[in-house]
T-cell receptor, first 110, second 114 residues
Framework: DVKVTQSSRYLVKRTGEKVFLECVQD?????MFWYRQDPGLGLRLIYF???????EKGDIPEGYSVSREKKERFSLILESASTNQTSMYLC?????????FGSGTRLTVV | DQQVKQNSPSLSVQEGRISILNCDYT??????FLWYKKYPAEGPTFLIS?????DKNEDGRFTVFLNKSAKHLSLHIVPSQPGDSAVYFC?????????????FGKGTRLSVIA
């Protein structure tokens, strides 16, 4: 089975901190994605990548950046964390049709 | 503009009965549809999918129906079990138009009451 691993299950950060969320997949998938999930808003796409060093903005990229230096790793960066970035962050990878998601990182910004 | 809509935020069903979760989409270019199930504090897990060349796909207790003319799909769970209580997300994508991301609905929270 494809495994997508997110480095932290729970994180608490202070406003203004730079935050790194790491995601690693072990099945050589080309495509990787970052979503955030908020009550009543569903899953919203932040950034995605179809290849190493390639990135595309999703629906809500403001306040975020990403890095994909290696095929298996896709990092989400909050340049200066704010309280409205408190959310569940979900990483996913795919080859063709569906996605495999990681377990998520619950980020709280105080 | 929401391309995938799940108009019922929540649904409550008795154990053993049928659960029907609905999803509508607006983009006629979507040709592949999926349902994901999500428990609290976990990532979504794939449940079932359907290609636009079909109108029904079945996997055990789960069946997905696709009505292309109405741009509507539904997930049927029969019989419903307490362990089915979760948030269900409908998703769609354009597979044949290139590598486009999945578009998700906002989810429906299913509660199966024992």
């Amino acid at each position: 089975d494809v495994k997508v691993t997110q480095s932290s299950r729970y994180l608490v950060k202070r406003t203004g901190e730079k935050v790194f969320l790491e995601c690693v997949q072990d099945m050589d998938h080309e495509n990787m994605f970052w979503y955030r999930q908020d009550p009543g808003l569903g899953l919203r796409l932040i950034y995605f990548s179809y290849d190493v060093k390639m990135k595309e903005k999703g629906d809500i990229p403001e306040g975020y950046s990403v890095s994909r230096e290696k095929k298996e790793r896709f990092s989400l960066i909050l340049e200066s964390a704010s309280t409205n970035q408190t959310s569940m962050y979900l990483c996913a990878s795919s080859q063709v049709y569906g996605y495999t998601f990681g377990s998520g990182t619950r980020l709280t910004v105080v | 503009d929401q391309q995938v809509k799940q108009n019922s935020p929540s649904l409550s069903v008795q154990e053993g009965r049928i659960s029907i979760l609905n999803c509508d989409y607006t983009n006629s270019m979507f040709d592949y549809f999926l349902w994901y199930k999500k428990y609290p504090a976990e990532g979504p897990t794939f449940l079932i999918s359907i290609s636009s060349i079909k109108d029904k796909n079945e996997d055990g207790r789960f069946t997905v129906f696709l009505n292309k003319s109405a741009k509507h799909l539904s997930l049927h769970i029969v019989p419903s079990q307490p362990g089915d209580s979760a948030v269900y997300f409908c998703a769609a994508r354009q597979v044949h138009s290139g590598n486009t991301p999945l578009v998700f609905g906002k989810g429906t929270r299913l509660s199966v009451i024992a």
